[in-house]
């Protein structure tokens, strides 16, 4: 069996040679197409995600992102409710909470001021445990719930 690699740098080497024709595969010019894809995409990905911004928490030294925070809520809503959210924002300046506004999915005949109530518990635990009792204080009396339309998708009234 050959040597994959030779010791002798004179000598010949089959690995070298591998990878010197992968980068070339690898550099070669996209068609003009693929490029002008790849080149409007890159282009846009800065508005398609911004930064998330961190958040202060209860513990010195400890912090989150809001993009945490989202999360959770979205997951732990749609375990515990069975609901869509279609929207999250962690509100507030610098690195403080201020408020959440969620936005769900609701069904025909859906009791939207209890479940309303239920986001809101499930949002208010998400804040103690993510952020802290006392960072949260504020964002915890800030809960907006809205609800869309299953069929239509417009935001229903208040």
């Known amino acids: ?10 000598g010949p080497d089959v690995t070298d040679s591998w990878l010197i024709e992968a980068t070339q595969q690898i550099a070669e010019e996209p068609t003009s197409d693929i490029e002008q894809l790849i080149s409007s995409i890159s282009g846009n990905l800065r508005r398609i ?15 989150t992102t809001d993009r945490v925070v989202q ?13 869509l959210t279609v929207f999250v924002a962690v509100d507030g300046t610098g690195d403080a909470v201020e408020g959440v506004r969620v936005g769900l999915i609701a069904r025909y005949a859906d009791d939207l001021p209890a479940l309303s109530d239920e986001v809101r518990d499930i949002v208010d635990e998400v804040l103690i ?5 006392q960072s949260s204080a504020d964002a915890r009396r800030n809960i907006a719930v809205r609800w869309q339309d299953v069929y239509t998708r417009e935001w229903l009234s208040r």
């Open 49 to 63: 995600r911004r930064p998330a911004r961190t958040l202060a928490t209860d513990d010195p030294g400890i912090k």
């Open 1 to 10: 069996m050959p040597d994959r690699i030779s010791p002798d740098p004179a």
């Open 71 to 83: 999360q959770m809520i979205a997951i732990r809503t749609r375990r515990e409710l069975g609901r």
């Open 129 to 133: 445990e993510a952020v802290g009792r």
